[in-house]
T-cell receptor
Framework: GNSVTQMEGPVTLSEEAFLTINCTYT??????LFWYVQYPGEGLQLLLK?????DKGSNKGFEATYRKETTSFHLEKGSVQVSDSAVYFC??????????FGTGTRLKVLA | DADVTQTPRNRITKTGKRIMLECSQT?????MYWYRQDPGLGLRLIYY???????NKGEISDGYSVSRQAQAKFSLSLESAIPNQTALYFC???????????FGDGTRLSIL
């Protein structure tokens, strides 16, 4: 069946460091791919999305490119801030009209 | 006001009690979902609904039931709560296929 695999955390970085959180997927057809962010005590918020191969989603300095050949959608940011500390989820929408989520990656950014 | 509102935000109850978690939305979306979140397991789908007359089981529906009272309201019930249902529960909506979901802030449920 369809699945999403993302790197385990926690990931701890110093402020202004480069961030990569890996996400790979298995799916039939052509799913849309999403990154969500969850801050403490809150629900998930959409961070960015991509709907077809080679699309690049971007928001708030974060980027991810839909790579069909490697079935990946890695999240990157050039310079993280303390305020980026949160849990990040990779997800896809499948042909059965449902959404599959990764297990989440906790990011901690130190000042 | 929040687009997707969940009540209560926190609940502590005892084993065997019946619990209802409520979700209402102002986004006008037909699709609504209930998930539970457990540490290290991500989000797991309990039930989903594409309109008032369409209710579907997710991957972990045992021990849960739902009611779609209106387009804007989707409730989750635990008929007889047990401790391993202690978790963070989220309601979400979506406009359509391949569209992003919109989440409420969650209900933290503890069953003693």
């Amino acid at each position: 069946g369809n699945s999403v695999t993302q790197m385990e955390g926690p990931v701890t970085l110093s402020e202004e460091a480069f961030l990569t959180i890996n996400c790979t997927y298995t799916a039939t057809g052509y799913p849309s791919l999403f990154w969500y962010v969850q801050y403490p005590g809150e629900g998930l918020q959409l961070l960015l999305k991509a709907t077809k191969a080679d699309d690049k989603g971007s928001n708030k300095g974060f980027e991810a490119t839909y790579r069909k050949e490697t079935t990946s959608f890695h999240l990157e940011k050039g310079s993280v801030q303390v305020s980026d500390s949160a849990v990040y989820f990779c997800a896809l929408s499948d042909q059965a009209y449902k959404y599959i989520f990764g297990t989440g990656t906790r990011l901690k950014v130190l000042a | 006001d929040a687009d997707v509102t969940q009540t209560p935000r926190n609940r502590i109850t005892k084993t065997g009690k019946r619990i209802m978690l409520e979700c209402s939305q102002t986004k006008g979306h037909d699709r609504m979902y209930w998930y539970r979140q457990d540490p290290g397991l991500g989000l797991r789908l309990i039930y989903y609904s594409f309109d008032v007359k369409d209710i579907n089981k997710g991957e972990i529906s045992d021990g849960y039931s739902v009611s779609r009272q209106a387009q804007a309201k989707f409730s989750l019930s635990l008929e007889s709560a047990i401790p391993n249902q202690t978790a963070l529960y989220f309601c979400a909506t979506a406009e359509g296929f391949n569209q992003p979901q919109h989440f409420g802030d969650g209900t933290r449920l503890s069953i003693l």
